[in-house]
Structures are given as structure tokens and as C-alpha cells.
């Protein structure tokens, strides 16, 4: 998964501007609320494609591969902009093994705002 690696060679300083990206792409509680509608749809698409397993294999790999990113730097954890971080690319790849659902790519675009510095999702990022 290209998302993964690209998580894996982030630096500190990356995992600090995406998470105020995270934080500057959602910053009223219309927001928040917005950010609901593309988990439970992605959530659905997981179920009725039998997917759920894989999807939290791929979230536990892309939340560790921040953490990592964290302790090869020596940041103690918890760390609030790596805990952000972390979750975010956990729901993240659960949308990308989701897949072409109806609905996933909507769902993709908006969870992906603020993750406009990986390469591998600039273009969703900004769509």
C-alpha cells in the first residue's frame, strides 16, 4: 500500500504540519459532523463487502507505521499531534480498502483534507 510507506518515511516535523493541517480542515463543529457521514459510509461499504478484517489489518498497520515515525525521533507517546495523525490515517486506509463503493470516493475526498503534504493522496487531498 503506498500509503503506508509514504506514512513510514514521514518525519517528525511532517507528522506535526499534517496534524495542523487535520486540525485547520476542521475547525467548526459543522465540521465535525460533516466528517461523520464518510465513516458510516465507509463503514457500510466494509460490511456488505465483507472487508472488515482487512480494513482493520490496514488500520493498525498505517496508525503504527506514524507511531513508529514517532519513537525512531525519541517522541514520548501519547503525543496529541501523533495520536491525531495516527487516527486519521487509520480511517484513511479504511476508506482505501473500502474501495470503489458507492459513496467511497466522496468519502475519501473529505477524509483526506489536510493530507495534501503525502504525495501518495495530494491529489484526492485536493479534489
Request: net charge negative; aromatic share 2%.
Amino acid at each position: 500500500m503506498d500509503f503506508g510507506r509514504a506514512l513510514s518515511e514521514l518525519s517528525v516535523a511532517d507528522v506535526r504540519s499534517i496534524s495542523m493541517d487535520l486540525v485547520d480542515a476542521c475547525t467548526t463543529a459543522a465540521d465535525d459532523i460533516a466528517g461523520t457521514r464518510p465513516i458510516l459510509v465507509i463503514e457500510q461499504t466494509l460490511r456488505r463487502t465483507h472487508r472488515l478484517h482487512d480494513a482493520a489489518s490496514a488500520a493498525l498497520a498505517t496508525a503504527t507505521a506514524v507511531q513508529d515515525v514517532a519513537q525512531r525521533a525519541r517522541i514520548s507517546l501519547p503525543d496529541d499531534d501523533v495520536t491525531r495523525v495516527a487516527r486519521a490515517a487509520a480511517q484513511l486506509a479504511r476508506g482505501l480498502v473500502a474501495g470503489d463503493g458507492p459513496g467511497v470516493d466522496d468519502a475519501l475526498r473529505c477524509l483526506s483534507k489536510g493530507w495534501h503534504r503525502v504525495a501518495c493522496l495530494a491529489s484526492l487531498a485536493a479534489a
